[in-house]
């Protein structure tokens, strides 16, 4: 009997065996390196998507998912299209879009009848879509330093109520405290719910 030669061959048996369990465990981490890749890929796609709420004059109003490249257009055309009665030139349509925002088509009739509330398309960050396309955060009006036109961008607030408030604080040193404004003729608790999240002393 040849032991030498029983050596070699099983020492040759365990490398093949040893070379086979290698190749399985690269063909094991390939897959699992794969299907993470994958994972990973279908992350980043549902990440790199946005949901937008169109409303108003649509014909389909709803919430919708649209690529986070997209425009305020792009919505729209998603959302059906503009109804008949819808003023096209309200919002600029080139406007980008970003996650979570709403966009509000108004009708010509709302336009007409002095429809002056913010285009009604802001951000989950809190930010808004301006009627020129920009992103801008919407700042404050301070009842103590601002003027008569500032005054007059507040819901409700004309001219004769601007002036009101003017002459309220010249005449008593101004406001301590936002909730001081109602002791101006005219404001009430009414009112106030409508300007106080945009007012600041």
Same mark, same amino acid.
């Given at each position: 009997?040849?032991l030498?030669? +029983?050596?070699?061959?099983?020492?040759?048996?365990?490398?093949?065996?040893?070379?086979? @369990?290698?190749n399985?465990?690269?063909s094991?981490?390939g897959?699992? %390196?794969?299907?993470?890749?994958?994972?990973q890929?279908?992350? %980043?796609?549902q990440?790199? *998507?946005? !949901?937008?709420?169109?409303?108003?004059?649509?014909?389909t109003?709803?919430?919708?998912?649209?690529?986070?490249?997209? =425009?305020?257009?792009?919505?729209? &055309?998603?959302?059906?299209? !503009?109804?008949d009665?819808? +003023?096209?030139?309200?919002?600029?349509?080139?406007? *980008?879009?970003?996650?979570?925002?709403?966009?509000?088509?108004p009708t010509?009739?709302e /336009? =007409?009848?002095?429809?002056?509330?913010?285009?009604q398309?802001?951000?989950?960050?809190?930010?808004q879509?301006?009627? #020129?396309?920009?992103?801008?955060?919407k700042?404050?009006? @301070?009842? @103590?330093?601002?003027?008569?036109?500032?005054?007059? %961008?507040?819901?409700? /607030?004309?001219?004769? =109520?601007?002036? #009101?408030?003017?002459?309220y604080?010249?005449?008593?040193?101004?406001?301590?405290r936002?909730? #001081?404004i109602?002791? &101006?003729?005219?404001?009430? +608790?009414?009112? !106030?719910?409508?300007?106080?999240? +945009?007012?600041?002393v």
């Open positions: 009997m040849d030498a030669a +029983d050596t070699t061959a099983a020492e040759a048996e365990t490398m093949q065996e040893a070379a086979d @369990n290698q399985i465990m690269e094991c981490a897959e699992e %390196t794969a299907s993470e890749e994958l994972r890929d279908n992350e %980043t796609e990440e790199q *998507m946005c !949901f937008v709420y169109v409303c108003g004059a649509v014909s109003p709803g919430v919708y998912e649209i690529d986070p490249k997209a =425009r305020i257009v792009d919505a729209v &055309v998603i959302a059906g299209g !503009f109804t009665d819808a +003023d096209r030139d309200y919002l600029n349509l080139a406007g *980008m879009i970003c996650d979570g925002m709403k966009i509000y088509v010509e009739q /336009v =007409r009848e002095g429809y002056k509330e913010e285009p398309v802001s951000g989950a960050a809190g930010m879509l301006n009627s #020129d396309g920009g992103n801008s955060t700042p404050k009006v @301070n009842i @103590n330093t601002a003027d008569e036109t500032a005054l007059m %961008t507040l819901k409700g /607030v004309g001219e004769s =109520r601007a002036k #009101d408030i003017i002459g604080r010249d005449a008593h040193g101004g406001f301590n936002i909730e #001081d109602m002791q &101006v003729p005219g404001i009430k +608790d009414g009112m !106030f719910e409508k300007i106080k999240d +945009d007012i600041e």
